[in-house]
């Protein structure tokens, strides 16, 4: 080891340049992570294949610059150097260091990292007056050097930089080491990675752009981070994320933390106008410093369309408002814009190649983007990333990343939403796929006999069975109950999928599974978490199949339902039983029904087991009423959420979009799972008490309830919010006899101020802090759906490493930190996020698009009742229950005119005035006045409101302040309506069956329906244009022209 020295020139707290003298230690034995090593260098981890033609050492400036690029998996063998990474780090900040970090720690991506300045031989010392950027191309050179001799020739080395000088300097040094430009590396060696050159293109051009920017200020520089720091800590500043609202220009920082210290912050602070919000996007960590009290604003209340209300009368109290002086930590990702028609007023340099693209996301300003390609991209989806934002630049400059689509297609908008909320889901690769077990009709998959000895078989003691949606692929859990012990014991078992069986930790399938998180369940399709040779066969608990299961059994007293004693462990298991919610009613009903695994048997047989199914089922019900009466005993919530389900046929195409229909049974099996997630959160919490996954759900703020306070008070009721228990008891007692949907509303409004449910380490909170606010319980996690969830294979984890411990076993993994258990937590909450937004706005597009085709003019399926559940300065936001829809009704338009009803409750629009109360709102004009008061039903009109640049929404306008009346007999023309409908799906449905008698002519399936199991036809435009069509005739025609075709 020899030591030296490494100067380094640094900024003081004053921002004086300081020069740093530092030790500095050289090695000769440095690792080089290649195969091809003769050294017996100590290459631990992944190393770079021999099999390639040559190694890529990019340059400092490619890797700060173009590391995008580099981020292509069909780039293979790349060394970053030590000396790149740290300029990444200095010049590019903590987010894109850390994305360096996991390219490099990622094994599905062929690159290593190479600690040059600490190898002797190529380590280069800075000269005197040479500058940093040429010696750190000395220095990458310097390494692909001692890479190319250290291999002794067997691989050549390409070092690319977009330093010309460079190129010309050392591109004929030393034989076997090239030096390229980035373009010549792109067309020599990857001429057809198309994407990779229009990258280059793209970014080159937004560099160039870069430095021809204007000088005039148009924001205020941020403060130093030393400045902002000592600011936080002394209080004159405020920390905090910002959040930008979509309909207002305006937005808040929530300050957590300081609401204990100071109440005026109790609601955050309050960022008005792009001027104050000094470049700062949504999302990012900011620092805002606050406005004197006389510049406080207060928040708009009233609806907005896209344009700007204001006026004190639109505004609530004043609040702590203020601007933002720095930014610690942005936020930015792939933005999806659309390019707009080219005119006058748009921003164009000389050569009309800049053009400002609109983000989909309206909390997003413009982005300026510099393109050949503006023309062809009119109307188009693009994404775009930010580069840079400076003070002299009104918007932010950007470049345009991969084209989508036309703006209005499907398959464009299903693609924007899933990269607007930074969802990657790629086709498995073919190295996971590797992983994976084969079971075909030549090679099933069989069990592993020493798997089944070491494992509890319940096969022929346990009556086992699975409840889940109709059509459910994934059966994670399946149940069983049985009396024990001459009837004086129940045992009930809950058996879910063991996943951890085939994804070993650390793996490729495992590694793709941690960074989805979850399955993502868009209106249409859905993306697994797991190859489906798992989710969807292996894994999965179907009926009559042997499968692996991790077991919770508990005994119980078969009268007072108390727990003796519960078992933890691996089982094999066979479903005798795959029933779906309405087919399990159904069979607790009495009501006749038809069990698929019981219709070939013989009639004694049959009656034998049905009987026995509906006891089983029938005890368990008994079961999970006592469970869900004991946590209602602590306090449990019963809310209620807007759930819309997408109503598929058997190729899994949608035919209409209805809310989901509450039943008994779902309660049942949700007990039972919440009571398996409670009992294995206590076992690895008591096993690990440092480091256990468990999910805790805090306590709402109590200025959280003030809507659902207010609401209940205008209909007599009193809701009690200062604990889970009293306001579980409000809530049941707020029922209004006359309207049940009030009840509903009023839950609705409870789910809308709680907090959201978290995964953490429990390491890091106190004991008080596990637990979980809406289900009462001290300690719950999530076991019971590991196909889904990653989550949950983390917790099988955790649970099997406890029953090794507890049998005196070694489980053969170490258990992760409690610093990197919160980590994946982090992780996992945001992909949760993440893929419950994607799912509300996947639902608002099919919404969308069951509406778009129809005409609100004429059609009844565009007249609906309407529950209105909140009072603004200028209108309603109501509820539709038939669609699980909810919007604005706007009385009040941008002429000023107000809505006027007449005698028989039928709207206009009229001149007048209007007048807000707590409870209610008065529209006045020369038909008189006109009061909407909470929770009345009213008749709205839904339309959808379409913009080229960002998603379609749907507008509702009243049109009768009765309610709909929809309970009286229907016309003819509305049951010939529904008659047509139901006509196509069957119709639809025998096409099918047509479609696979004629299986062997069928030709190859596209990417899109292999990927998305999606028909081209018969699909939901195919469905919805047949219905308009058939709905222009009358109903005679109509009815010819389906027996025609059938």
Known sequence: MIKTEKILHLKSHRGRKVRVVREHYLRERVPCYSSLCQADCDNDGKVLPGDLTHYVVPDVGVVVDFLEILEFRELQGVVFTQTACQAVQHSKGRRQYNRLRNLLKDPRHDCVLFANEFQEYSYCPREKGESQEKWQTRCVYSAAVWYHNHLAGMMDVVMITEDQDAVAQYSSLNSGVYVISVQDFLQNFWPELQVAHELYSSISQALQEKESEASQKEYTEHLPAEILEAGIKSGRYIKGTLNINKHHDEASIMTEGLSNKNKDLSWGVLVCGNKNRNRAVHGDTVVVELLPKSEWRGKVTALSEGEEKSGEENESKPMPTGRVVGILQRNWRDYVVTFPPRDGTQSQSRNSQRILAVPWDRRIPKIRISTQQADALQDHRVVVRIDSWESTSLYPNGHSVRVLGRAGELETEVQTILIENCIHVPPFSDAQLREMPVNSPEKPWRMDPVQVAERRDLRETHLVFSIDPRGCEDVDDTLSVRSIAGGKLLELGVHIADVTHFVTEGSLTDLEARMRSTTYYLADRRYDMLPAVLSADLCSLLGGVDRYAMSVMWELDAQTLAVNKVWY?????????????????????????????????????????????????????????????????????????????????????????????????????????????????????????????????????????????????????????????????????AVDPQDTLVNRMLRMMATTAMSQALYFSTGLESQDQYYHYGLALDR????????????????????????????????????????????????????????????????????????????????????????????????????????????????????????????????????????????????????????????????????????????????????????????EPQQPHSQGRSQLVQEVVRLAEEAHQQAQEKAARRPKLSREEREFSQSKTPNLYSLLEEVRELALMDLDMAAQVCATSA
């Not at 109590?702 to 200062?722: C, H, M, N, P, Y």
């Not at 007048?915 to 006109?930: A, K, L, N, P, V």
């Not at 959808?944 to 929404?953: E, G, I, L, P, Q």
């Open 569 to 733: 462990g691996r089982t094999v298991i066979r479903s005798s039983y795959q029933l779906h919610y309405e087919l399990a009613q159904a069979l607790l009903n009495g009501e006749q029904a038809e069990v698929p695994e019981l219709a070939q048997l013989e009639p004694e047989v049959k009656d034998a087991k049905l009987a026995e199914l509906t006891q089983a089922l029938e005890t368990l019900t008994h079961v999970a009423r006592h469970l869900r009466a004991q946590r209602d005993r602590g306090g449990a919530l019963e809310l209620e959420g807007v759930e819309v389900r997408a109503q598929l046929d058997e190729e899994r195409n949608i035919t209409a979009l209805v809310p989901r229909q509450p039943l008994e049974v779902h309660e049942t099996v949700a007990e039972c799972m919440i009571y398996a997630n409670h009992w294995v959160a206590r076992k690895i919490q008591e096993t690990f008490p440092h480091q256990a996954l468990l999910r805790r759900h805090p306590p709402p703020r109590q200025e959280f309830f003030s809507q659902l306070v207010e609401s209940a008070t205008a209909k007599g009721f009193t809701i009690d919010t200062r604990t889970n228990k009293a306001l579980a008891d409000s809530l049941d007692q």
């Open 780 to 967: 719950y996690t999530h076991f019971t759906s590991p196909i889904r969830r990653y989550a949950d294979i983390v917790v099988h984890r955790l649970l099997t490493a406890a029953i090794a411990m507890e049998r005196g076993t070694d489980s053969g993994k170490e258990i992760a930190s409690n610093k990197e258990l919160e980590e994946l937590a982090q992780h996992i909450n945001n992909k949760n996020r993440a893929a419950q937004r994607a799912q509300k706005l996947s639902t608002v597009l099919f919404q969308c698009l069951y509406f778009k085709e129809r005409d609100p003019e004429t059609d009844q399926q565009c007249v609906a009742d309407a529950v209105i559940y909140s009072i603004r300065n200028n209108g309603l936001l109501v509820f539709i229950p038939e669609y699980g829809v909810k919007g604005p009704v706007y009385l009040k338009n941008r002429e000023g005119q107000v809505v006027a009803a007449g005698q028989d409750g039928s709207c206009e629009w009229q001149s007048g005035s209007l007048r807000q109360h707590s409870d209610h709102i008065s529209t006045t004009s020369s038909c008189g006045t006109s009061t909407f008061r909470l929770f009345d039903h009213i008749t709205v009109r839904v339309s959808v409101r379409s913009t080229s640049s960002h998603a379609d929404s749907l507008n509702l306008e009243v049109i009768s302040n009765k309610p709909h009346r929809s309970a």
